[in-house]
């Protein structure tokens, strides 16, 4: 299994909603990111995990919250959403050793919050 | 910091004709360069990175360190290379790409 698999695939939700997207990868990668795409910008990073640990947060707003059950799977809670938050989000995972492999990223979940 | 430009928002070619896609990094260090490509509503995929000097669907890389550029290169553009081409780089001991802004790449029959 080479993929990174996203849920759902597309999202709507108000703005009071409480909802999660979900990541998984089976390639024993050991680290895990979510970055937010807007259309035919690059993606920026959110978080990342480390070994299962939040390793980086880059100033996101508290209404997303990371998660990382296990090794295997990433979650992303979403509470209280903006409709400026409305983008693709976009799991990656790698090897977490810069020996440059690069990511392999899901394809993303396109969310649109009303 | 490290920074990546991409100078070329977007760049319009005919089928056939030679691509050159631009891409300069400024890092003090030895960075590790990557080119993601991402079709229209397809995710981004890995294309090629620096040290693997790999060739893929025609597409080259080389990394010029003295003029610190990672250009992508194609000598007969097709069709479907129509994309966005996003330029990344990795410095050296970490995981954590910083990635290009992006050129659009439209090739018209």
């Known amino acids: 299994d080479t993929e990174v698999t996203q849920t759902p695939k597309h999202l709507v939700m108000g703005m009071t909603n409480k909802k999660s997207l979900k990541c998984e990868q089976h390639?024993?990668?050991?680290?895990m990111y979510w970055y937010k795409q807007k259309a035919k910008k690059p993606p920026e990073l959110m978080f990342v995990?480390?070994?299962?640990?939040?390793?980086i947060n880059e100033s996101v707003p508290s209404r997303f919250s990371p998660e990382c059950p296990n090794s295997s799977l990433l979650n992303l809670h979403l509470h209280a959403l903006q409709p400026e938050d409305s983008a693709l989000y976009l799991c990656?995972?790698?090897?977490?050793?810069?020996?440059?492999?690069?990511?392999?990223f899901g394809s993303g979940t396109r969310l649109t919050v009303v | 910091a490290q920074r990546v430009t991409q100078p070329e928002k977007l760049l319009s070619v005919f089928k056939g004709a030679p691509v050159e896609l631009k891409c300069n990094y400024s890092y003090s260090g030895s960075p590790e360069l990557f080119w993601y490509v991402q079709y229209s509503r397809q995710r981004l995929q890995l294309l090629l990175r620096h040290i693997s000097r790999e060739s893929i669907k025609g597409f080259t890389a080389d990394l010029n360190k003295g003029e610190t550029s990672f250009h992508l290169k194609k000598p007969f553009a097709q069709e479907e290379d129509s994309a966005m081409y996003y330029c990344?780089?990795?410095?050296?001991?970490?995981?954590?790409?910083?990635f290009g802004r992006g050129t659009s790449l439209i090739v018209h029959p």
């Open positions: 990656a995972s790698s090897q977490a050793t810069g020996l440059g492999y690069g990511y392999t």
């Open positions: 390639m024993g990668h050991r680290a």
């Open positions: 995990y480390s070994y299962e640990k939040l390793s």
């Open positions: 990344a780089l990795i410095p050296g001991g970490s995981y954590i790409p910083t």
